[in-house]
T-cell receptor, first 109, second 116 residues
């Protein structure tokens, strides 16, 4: 069974700090990696995707991929209370995505 | 205004009844997916379809059925055989290809089903 693992949290960070969210996956053949944000009671929305080793930046968000170690992470700089949500990691598996159970982030003022 | 729509937003079902959840997209996406999400849990794949008139079972297909007669539509029927159907149901769509940009799935707003 191919798996995607995330710490469920909650991860609590003060406003303005960097939040670091991590995800590990089991299938070495995976090529594409996604981060979604899900507010309580809402559907997931895409933050960003990454498919090459290294960093990819988009505004306050940076995705990091290390295929050798089979992990992908999401850094949120200058965290805001509005960033408080559950962050889902997803990994491509041939013709579908496998989702982790998500990490709940709490940003306190 | 492109996007994915799901209806209804809330649905109440009596035990023993079949219900159908609607999912429509106007993004011209080839692939469509149905997920189930239980409180505090991740997304579990029920069924998916990469082309009209073809679909595959996901991890938890028992008690569910789908059809894909049109590219834009992928309705999900929750049958009476589904033992614990109360959950949040999410529909998603994507183009299909071999680059990350085309594998991205976009989600509808969801349907919250409650069995009374």
């Amino acid at each position: 069974q191919k798996e995607v693992e995330q710490n469920s949290g909650p991860l609590s960070v003060p406003e303005g700090a960097i939040a670091s969210l991590n995800c590990t996956y089991s299938d070495r053949g995976s090529q594409s990696f996604f981060w979604y944000r899900q507010y309580s009671g809402k559907s997931p929305e895409l933050i960003m995707f990454i498919y090459s080793n290294g960093d990819k930046e988009d505004g306050r968000f940076t995705a990091q991929l290390n295929k050798a170690s089979q992990y992908v992470s999401l850094l949120i700089r200058d965290s805001q209370p509005s960033d408080s949500a559950t962050y889902l990691c997803a990994v491509d598996n041939t013709d579908k995505l496998i989702f982790g159970t998500g990490t709940r982030l709490q940003v306190f003022p | 205004d492109g996007g994915i729509t799901q209806s209804p937003k809330y649905l109440f079902r009596k035990e023993g009844q079949n219900v159908t959840l609607s999912c429509e997209q106007n993004l011209n996406h080839d692939a469509m997916y149905w997920y189930r999400q239980d409180p505090g849990q991740g997304l579990r794949l029920i069924y998916y379809s990469q082309i009209v008139n073809d679909f595959q079972k996901g991890d938890i297909a028992e008690g569910y059925s789908v059809s894909r007669e049109k590219k834009e539509s992928f309705p999900l029927t929750v049958t009476s055989a589904q033992k614990n159907p109360t959950a949040f149901y999410l529909c998603a769509s994507s183009t299909r290809g071999r680059t990350a940009s085309t594998d991205t799935q976009y989600f509808g707003p969801g349907t919250r089903l409650t069995v009374l």
